[in-house]
T-cell receptor, first 118, second 111 residues
Framework: EAGVAQSPRYKIIEKRQSVAFWCNPI?????LYWYQQILGQGPKLLIQ????????DSQLPKDRFSAERLKGVDSTLKIQPAKLEDSAVYLC????????????????FGQGTRLTVV | DAKTTQPTSMDCAEGRAANLPCNHS???????VYWYRQIHSQGPQYIIH???NNETNEMASLIITEDRKSSTLILPHATLRDTAVYYC????????????FGKGTSLLVTP
């Protein structure tokens, strides 16, 4: 079974530039998550999707970050404009949603995209 | 989700058992203890979870105290590839909410 795919693996941009990350979850997983992991810290949730709807985006800095999952499968996370403090690894994860419940089984993570803002 | 406390770092000799503790004194009756690990340059990986009975799988064993206020993840024969950050998370099983990670324990397995 293919895992969660993310691209690119690495990205270096200058501050004030824009950047986009792509995620393809495990087939059949309705729930998709984007996490930000700053060096030395645990991952922090940015946004959670159920199919193409947003479940939780309370920690997403909406003035500069946006995410979409238009067809309920792939997702993109965008930062515009980037700041130095956005340097981090951006992790995408997905999980299977138990039908007719609001429950998700274990989450599977991609390898992440390492963003460096200079 | 209830809060957990883990040591910042630990060392273990290769071939020995690695015992990683976790305190979760405010755990609720319906919350499970989950363990994930994150190897360098990879995303977190699920290891094991349990409610109150000890659990074992091909990766590890989980020992939960009777009062459920603490637990220990045991890697019975640690290898160099077990060097990683280990996260202890308490949450309702199959919760619709996302995982809430702390800083975890950085385990270094030495030759």
């Amino acid at each position: 079974e293919a895992g969660v795919a993310q691209s690119p693996r690495y990205k270096i941009i200058e501050k004030r530039q824009s950047v986009a990350f792509w995620c393809n979850p495990i087939s059949g997983h309705a729930t998709l998550y984007w996490y930000q992991q700053i060096l030395g810290q645990g991952p922090k949730l940015l946004i959670q999707f159920q199919n193409n709807g947003v479940v939780d985006d309370s920690q997403l800095p909406k003035d500069r970050f946006s995410a979409e999952r238009l067809k309920g499968v792939d997702s993109t996370l965008k930062i515009q404009p980037a700041k130095l403090e956005d340097s981090a690894v951006y992790l995408c994860a997905s999980s299977f949603s138990i039908p007719r419940t609001w429950q998700n089984t274990e989450a599977f993570f991609g390898q992440g995209t390492r963003l460096t803002v200079v | 989700d209830a809060k957990t406390t883990q040591p910042t770092s630990m060392d273990c000799a290769e071939g020995r058992a690695a015992n990683l503790p976790c305190n979760h004194s405010t755990i609720s009756g319906n919350e499970y203890v989950y363990w994930y690990r994150q190897i360098h340059s990879q995303g977190p990986q699920y290891i094991i979870h349990g409610l109150k009975n000890n659990e074992t799988n091909e990766m590890a064993s989980l020992i939960i105290t009777e009062d459920r206020k603490s637990s220990t993840l045991i890697l019975p024969h640690a290898t160099l590839r077990d060097t990683a950050v280990y996260y202890c998370i308490v949450r309702v099983e199959n919760s619709g909410y996302a995982l809430n990670f702390g800083k975890g324990t950085s385990l270094l397995v030495t030759p």
